[in-house]
Structure formats: structure tokens, C-alpha cells
């Protein structure tokens, strides 16, 4: 790889790292966390599912246990959410 390249590559691998650390850390979900970075969800998803598998294996594991967790909780946040707009809209 050219220098460049490299150094591109460094950044990538190690923001991957930041995201996972961040996500455990807070129990965040993908969009609490691409808001948090300044990136798009996809882009999340991608370094925390692709990328972080070969730069720390057991970092990924970790971060593969919050989003499980925050995957199987996400429609009860969403009702939550609903039922929230609802009462504001009500109390205007």
C-alpha cells in the first residue's frame, strides 16, 4: 500500500476500535453511535460487523453482545417513542 493508502487504512482500523469501545461502554445502539461520530449508520455497521473481526476478535464479540441485546429490545424503544409523540401531541 502507498503511504497514503496506509495511513487511511490506520484511521479506519482504529476509529472501527473507538466505535466497538464506544458501544460497549455506553450499551449504545448503531444510530445513538453514528450520531455520536459524525458517520453514517451503515458506516457503523460495517466497521463493527466486517472490519473489527480481523483487527480484535474479542472486542467484536463484546460489541456483537450489546447490539443483540439492543436488536431484540428496538421495538419496545419504538412503542415508547409512538407513545411519547402521541402524548405531546395531545397535551398542545
Do not use: C, W
Request: charged fraction near 30%; glycine fraction near 4%; hydrophobic fraction near 35%.
Amino acid at each position: 500500500m502507498k503511504g497514503s493508502n496506509l495511513l487511511k487504512h490506520k484511521q479506519i482500523e482504529e476509529r472501527a476500535v473507538e466505535i466497538a469501545e464506544y458501544i460497549v461502554e455506553k450499551s449504545a445502539t448503531v444510530r445513538q453511535t453514528a450520531k455520536q461520530f459524525g458517520i453514517s449508520k451503515s458506516t457503523v455497521h460495517k466497521d463493527i460487523t466486517e472490519r473489527l473481526l480481523t483487527i480484535n476478535p474479542a472486542l467484536a464479540e463484546r460489541t456483537r453482545q450489546v447490539l443483540d441485546v439492543n436488536k431484540s429490545e428496538r421495538h419496545i424503544r419504538g412503542g415508547m417513542a409512538t407513545r411519547e409523540k402521541y402524548l405531546h401531541k395531545h397535551q398542545i
